[in-house]
């Protein structure tokens, strides 16, 4: 089992930033793949952004590329999601998950995920 939990989330006016942070623990953090979706209301889960295992490749959902920056701390069992230039339509519940097994680089099929943290509201105002 793995158990995740995400914070960092909270208000922030449109341009601004927030530093979301995912710790995992029970098992070895360091080969999953982590990602982080988020999910607004009326909308479903989308992908934002995956870093792989141990070598610790990103990759983006069009929608946050070059605005987003995911990272990882396998020391320290951590994933980072950096947010800048925040907008209105970022706005949703931001959820970490870890997958067990290995993903294609371009893969963002969450149902390939094992297991999800409780999420962190992140709003951003106009």
């Known amino acids: 089992q793995v158990q995740l939990v995400e914070s960092g989330g909270g208000l922030v006016q449109a341009g601004g930033s927030l530093r979301l942070s995912c710790a995992a623990s029970?098992?070895?953090?360091?080969?999953?793949?982590m990602g982080w979706f988020r999910q607004a209301p009326g909308k479903e889960r989308e992908f934002v952004a995956k870093?792989?295992?141990?070598?610790?490749?990103?990759y983006y959902a069009d929608s946050v590329k070059g605005r987003f920056t995911i990272s990882r701390d396998n020391a320290k069992n951590t994933v980072y999601l950096q947010m800048n230039s925040l907008k209105p339509e970022d706005t949703a519940v931001y959820y970490c998950?870890?997958?067990?097994?290995?993903?294609?680089?371009?893969?963002?099929?969450?149902?390939?995920?094992?297991?999800w943290g409780q999420g962190t509201q992140v709003t951003v105002s106009s």
């Open positions: 870093i792989s295992g141990n070598d610790g490749i990103p």
């Open positions: 029970g098992r070895t953090f360091g080969p999953y793949t």
């Open positions: 998950a870890a997958a067990t097994s290995l993903l294609a680089y371009s893969n963002t099929d969450p149902s390939r995920y094992n297991y």
